[in-house]
């Protein structure tokens, strides 16, 4: 292990003789120094836990031992074992053989160091859990460029420039994504999950990743189901970005993550040992930060779509965007892509992202327009369209005069920013049936038809359930039923009654190409304006 050299006297010789200078903990002789490779010295034996820590379950401490004699040269005289509990009395006495017999040391020597070694490791994870996740420090020509940048005309153009010149492949995706993220700061964040083929959505994820602040950003390809109630850090969740690249397996049971996003929260009733007492105790683990997620998937359906603050983006043109991507991936190859650029604006929107504080927004203007005439009574889409504008409101608010209120500070909404969020985010307002997976296409076709037929003349007011259509349309119950969530979420079919345990009754919302949709969308534009 590297470390730096100190001379020390020694007292029989009168020379100086070269030791190994170990940054010592606090716990004696435990040397922290590099977190992978975990030194600890008793007396004769040097125990390393190679990779660390990473046990963040409190009921165990499992970790990689490497085991050895000092002063020795023979890799016979070293043992190693993985997985290692060290809160387990049985692997305790197991490994104390096997190290005693090894290494020809007492097994109580080998019992003795062990314990100890555990106390010192269980005292650092502790008190690692309590320290903060670091400062990056930033460069002030970022600071001014961000607060310029801010206080342009338009903040949301000047964003998008710099994001395709940060290499982003589809920058209007790239700003959605990036307006989304921004809501880490408030207490009921959003979260984005891209439907579109698994490579392309990791590829278009992937470039916008070094564009945020990465003292936040929180990238994992998955998640265990704890994940979240034993963070690294007390403040390792606080208003953190998570880039997700495997949403597909949250779909188990007990898992925090999904816990949190379905329901805004996460407080779970769970069952620890306690190491003094031996017995079991219940105890609540809350999550009490902010987590925006991001991530994709190529299902027709995903169980996160239950959630109300997620929003469901549709990648269209995948043809287009893979050849894009092909083309920029053989420029870089050649060497005609300036990095320098690059890197220059990724820093930038990491301190764009850095500058914008939570202020309090009110929207004068809801007294002024009905929104009704638009989204109805589709309450989920109402609700994300005027968070959508508060963040885009939050990004103009370096422009604005902050008013103070007893609690704080406010701006205000412009009409100009409910028009920013209308537009940028069409496709959620706007879903046609091109835009739904082939199947799932095809299914809500056949279901048009069949009531046709059964109810020619009164086809707009029919109802439906699962179970009347699935024998006509031949398909089984499980794929049925993801097909018909996902109509619901483009709003292409309601829930007029019914239950989980009865089945629910559906009727079609749109029998035709949404004309009439698309006529409410360009009446609301146009009241917008006339504001």
């Not at 004769?44 to 490497?66: A, C, F, H, N, P």
């Not at 083929?197 to 390809?221: G, Y």
């Not at 103009?396 to 537009?423: D, S």
């Amino acid at each position: 292990m590297a470390t730096a050299p100190r001379r020390t006297p020694d007292d029989d010789a009168g020379t100086f003789r070269v030791q190994d200078a170990l940054p010592v903990s606090q716990d004696f002789h435990l040397d922290t120094s590099h977190p992978d490779y975990i030194r600890f010295e008793r007396e004769e034996l040097i125990l390393e836990v190679i990779g660390g820590v990473k046990d963040i379950i409190l009921s165990s401490l499992r970790v990689t031992l490497k085991v050895y004699r000092k002063g020795s040269s023979s890799a016979l005289d070293i043992y190693r074992s993985s997985q290692v509990d060290l809160f387990d009395e049985h692997q305790i006495s197991y490994i104390t053989t096997q190290i005693s017999e090894r290494l020809r040391i007492e097994s109580l020597t080998v019992k003795d160091t062990l314990y100890e070694l555990t106390e010192r490791l269980e005292h650092y994870r502790r008190n690692r859990g309590e320290q903060s996740a670091p400062v990056i420090p930033i460069a002030p020509q970022y600071r001014k460029e961000a607060l310029d940048l801010l206080q342009s005309p338009d903040p949301l153009i000047a964003i998008e420039e710099q994001l395709k010149e940060a290499g982003i492949s589809d920058t209007r995706l790239g700003l959605q994504l990036y307006l989304i993220s921004l809501s880490r700061l408030g207490t009921q964040p959003l979260h984005a999950l891209l439907q579109a083929p698994r490579l392309l959505s990791h590829d278009l994820v992937k470039e916008l990743v070094p564009c945020l602040p990465q003292e936040k950003l929180r990238e994992a390809t998955t998640i265990s189901k704890h994940a979240l109630s034993y963070p690294p850090t007390q403040d390792y969740w606080n208003a953190s970005i998570l880039v997700l690249h495997q949403c597909d397996a949250l779909d188990g049971k007990d898992n925090s993550l999904l816990d949190y996003i379905l329901h805004g929260q996460s407080k779970r009733l769970v069952t620890q040992s306690n190491k003094q007492s031996g017995r079991y105790e219940s105890t609540q683990q809350e999550l009490k930060a902010t987590i925006s997620l991001i991530g994709y998937t190529d299902q027709d359906y995903h169980p996160l779509q239950q959630s109300r603050d997620v929003i469901s983006i549709p990648v269209p043109h995948t043809q287009a965007l893979q050849t894009k991507r092909y083309e920029r991936e053989v420029k870089q190859l050649a060497g005609y892509l300036d990095k320098g650029v690059e890197q220059h604006a990724q820093k930038l929107l990491q301190e764009i992202h850095r500058q914008i504080q939570w202020i309090e927004v009110q929207n004068p203007l809801i007294e002024e327009i009905d929104l009704s005439t638009f989204f109805g009574h589709d309450l989920k889409n109402l609700s994300l369209y005027l968070r959508l504008v508060n963040l885009i409101t939050l990004l103009h608010q370096k422009q604005q005069t902050l008013v103070r209120t007893p609690t704080g500070k406010r701006i205000e909404v412009q009409p100009n920013y409910m028009i920013q969020a209308l537009e940028l985010f069409r496709e959620l307002w706007l879903k046609k049936d091109e835009e739904l997976y082939y199947k799932v296409r095809s299914t809500f076709l056949r279901i048009k038809e069949y009531l046709h037929k059964q109810y020619e003349a009164t086809k707009r007011d029919s109802e439906f359930t699962l179970k009347d259509i699935r024998k006509a349309l031949k398909s089984s119950p499980v794929t049925l039923q993801r097909h018909l969530h996902t109509l619901e979420d483009y709003g292409k079919i309601e829930r007029t009654s019914g239950n989980n345990r009865t089945g629910y009754r559906y009727t079609i919302s749109e029998w035709d190409e949404s004309t009439g949709t698309l006529t409410a969308y360009e009446e609301l534009l146009k009241n917008l304006r006339d504001l």
